[in-house]
Each structure stands twice: as C-alpha cells, then as structure tokens.
C-alpha cells in the first residue's frame, strides 16, 4: 500500500473532495485525522472508514483559526506520535456574482478558509515536520487559480494565492526535505457546485459548464483523491512546488 502506517491530517475531510481524500487514504494504508467543521459529515465518514477496515479518527477544527489548527495537529501527533502528510483541502467558495456585490463578510471568510488557513496549518506542521526530517503538504487549490471565470473575482484571489504559497513554501522548505504541492481541480460533483453556478443547478446549466471541460465531465472526488494520492506517495518524491491540474483540459 503506497501511504502504509503514514499519518495524514485531511482539512475538509467530511463531503466532497476532502472524503474522497481520506477513503482513499485509509484504503492505502494511512492513519487519517479526518477534520472538518461539519460534525456529523466528519464523523460519518471516519465511521465509514473503520467500518471498510481503515483508520480514522474524527477530530472537529475551524482552520481559519489558531488555537484550532493547533489542537488539531497536537491531536494527529498524541494519537500517532507523529505527523507525515497534511492537506490542507478546507475551502469555501463564492456564489456566483458581480465582485461588488459580495459583502465584506463574505469577502474575509472566503480568505480565512482559503488564504489564511495555509498560514496557520504552516506554523504549526513545518516544525514538526523540520524536525522530524522532512514531510508532505498538499493544498487543494483550483482551476480559478489558472483561467478565472467571471462573477467569482474573490474566490479566484483567493486560489490564486493558493498556488503562490504552494510554490514559495516549496522552494523556503525544500532544504528540510518537505515537499509542498498543490491540485487544481475543476468544478465538481460536490455541493459546492450550486454556489458557483449563481445559488442553483439547472440541468442546461450543468450542461453548459460540462462542454467547457474537454473531457466532458466535471471532476469527482476520486479524480482529485487519486491526483493528491500520487503527490503523497513517494511515487512523487521529487515533485515539488506543482499545481497539477485536475481538470479534463479545461484549463489548455
């Protein structure tokens, strides 16, 4: 099994790309901390994980906030004693709309989830991770990082920011035998997807956004847990500063 006895903490861990994360995890052979705000999403799919034969552990945590992000990492490293793998998959997005119609509260928790969690997870896993002689972090950006879209100017700083830490925290760390990477999915099957589509999903608009994908669909949480997967494992041991995108050519 390609994470076999690792210790993965999965941000987000509770629906969508962050479950599919962490079943995938667990199937490989990992220890997952499986995070999210959500309680009962994060429980059940912790639940589901011991149930199929894996290891998981439900640990709640808002990661737009100090104290939180810390418990959360103290937590992976009392119950394993160490910490080998953080995806920081924690993300919330913006309806579709006009920049100026945002609000300014809307604006800052767009950037505290998206932006300012990675600060947070960084001060308290590079330490460890230093010490322990090296470490794997993986962020989920977006396609909105590489073409953004109209009506989503906010959400697209925000995964364009994404993308910049990824590779800054790639090159300072690189001498510490971290690597730090990213993926950069399209929109996906998830329940983010209304919010992006302006608050619904009729059947032409899904329609619509699925021609723009080469491939003809939009991504599912197996195609992003299979691409965070393969920068985990030591398949990839050489890949850093990447923002792979997962996104049937929507990006060419």
Known sequence: MRLDGKVAIVTGGGAGFGEGICRRFAAEGARVIVNDVNEQDGRRVADAIGEAGGEARFVYADVSRDADTGRLVAEAVDRHGRLDIMVNNAGVPQRGQPMENVTEDEFDRIFAVNVKALFWSAKHT??????????????????????????????????????????????????DRIRVNAVCPVAGETRMLAEFLGGRVTPEMHARFMSTVPLG????????????????????????????????????
């Open 126 to 175: 590079v330490p460890l991770m230093r010490q322990a002689g090296g470490g794997c972090i993986i962020h989920t950006a977006s396609t909105a990082a590489l073409s953004p879209r109209p009506g989503l100017v906010w959400y697209n700083g925000s995964k364009g920011a994404v993308n910049t830490i990824t590779q800054s925290m790639a090159i300072e760390l690189a001498p």
């Open 217 to 252: 669909r939009l991504s599912q949480p197996a195609d992003v847990a299979n691409a965070v997967l393969f920068l985990a494992s030591d398949d990839a041991e050489f890949l850093t500063g990447v923002c792979l995108p997962v996104d049937g050519g929507r990006t060419i």
